[in-house]
């Protein structure tokens, strides 16, 4: 199974710069046939990883996945999983 990781905290800080690479992991996953990318917000405060949620949630970008899974046992990843 193919995977892409995505680690947004050297860019934690940075609101274009995080949307940008989301865009582009998401597309990629897309272009490749990729089933899994996984994103790693880190824990911090929580502002991040919601971030992340909302970004997926768009009518635009959740068309592209089939599901989003939220890491049970780490708070600080989200699993994107593709058809």
Same mark, same amino acid.
């Given at each position: 199974m193919a995977k892409i990781k995505l680690d947004l905290h050297d860019i934690f800080n940075r609101g274009s710069s *995080?949307?940008?690479e @989301?865009? =582009?992991v *998401?597309? +990629?996953a897309v272009d490749r046939g990729i089933s @899994?990318? +996984?994103i790693i917000p880190g824990k911090?405060?929580?502002q991040l990883k919601k971030h992340v949620l =909302?970004? @997926?949630e768009q009518k635009h970008i959740k068309a592209l996945y089939h599901r989003i899974e939220k890491d049970d046992k780490n708070f600080g990843r989200v699993f994107v999983h593709f058809r």
């Amino acid at each position: 199974m193919a995977k892409i990781k995505l680690d947004l905290h050297d860019i934690f800080n940075r609101g274009s710069s *995080i949307d940008a690479e @989301l865009n =582009r992991v *998401i597309q +990629e996953a897309v272009d490749r046939g990729i089933s @899994l990318v +996984e994103i790693i917000p880190g824990k911090g405060s929580g502002q991040l990883k919601k971030h992340v949620l =909302r970004f @997926l949630e768009q009518k635009h970008i959740k068309a592209l996945y089939h599901r989003i899974e939220k890491d049970d046992k780490n708070f600080g990843r989200v699993f994107v999983h593709f058809r």
